[in-house]
T-cell receptor
């Protein structure tokens, strides 16, 4: 799986958009970009994933650059409950459910009141 | 999303005893579950891949005789920490993904089990 690079920490004001960057310059053509987050003392929570097109769901938006070497997770209106560690992971997406996820160090996002 | 439940949420045990942690997929079947360990202020480290009806696959450096994994059904995997010692104190997390191709979704995680060995 391709390696990812994320800033170790970020702050964002409550109510503003939080933009979390991720570099994955060695990503392969068949690798997807996944985002998970982990609130303190809880298991990780799936947020969103994408291959090359921008994606949006009820939690966030994912913007992937045209060359796919980087992406940005956007939380449009950050709340205090969004304070967590956010993990960007790239991997091949298979259909058999047995592919493992490799977590890096992530970005610790703190939402400031 | 799919629900994965771990039990217990936290446990304190004496050094030398064994502790069993359960991981259940509540609304889907999972042929594969994953067990992670997380030490304070560190990221999740994969310990092993649990396969229903067969032996688990352990990551390098993880002692299979110390961390016993049993995946007896499509909805239950257990991790037993045998002869626990204080250095085994950690946050243990399981994850699972639907076995049904049509329902293949992303990995969902349990809430984690905090183990403290005294």
């Amino acid at each position: 799986d391709a390696k990812t690079t994320q800033p170790p920490s970020m702050d964002c004001a409550e109510g503003r958009a939080a933009n979390l960057p991720c570099n994955h310059s060695t990503i392969s053509g068949n690798e997807y970009v996944y985002w998970y987050r982990q609130i303190h003392s809880q298991g990780p929570q799936y947020i969103i994933h994408g291959l090359k097109n921008n994606e949006t769901n009820e939690m966030a938006s994912l913007i992937i650059t045209e060359d796919r070497k980087s992406s940005t997770l956007i939380l449009p209106h950050a709340t205090l409950r969004d304070t967590a560690v956010y993990y960007c992971i790239v991997r091949v997406r298979a259909n058999f459910g047995n592919e493992k996820l490799t977590f890096g160090t992530g970005t610790r996002l703190t939402i400031i009141p | 999303g799919a629900v994965v439940s771990q039990h217990p949420s936290w446990v304190i045990c004496k050094s030398g005893t064994s502790v069993k942690i359960e991981c259940r997929s509540l609304d889907f079947q999972a042929t594969t579950m994953f067990w992670y360990r997380q030490f304070p202020k560190q990221s999740l480290m994969l310990m092993a891949t649990s396969n229903e009806g067969s032996k688990a696959t352990y990551e390098q450096g993880v002692e299979k005789d110390k961390f016993l994994i049993n995946h007896a059904s499509l909805t239950l995997s257990t991790l037993t920490v045998t002869s626990a010692h204080p250095e085994d104190s950690s946050f243990y997390i399981c994850s699972a993904r639907a076995a049904d191709r049509a329902k293949n979704t992303e990995a969902f995680f349990g809430q984690g089990t905090r183990l403290t060995v005294v």
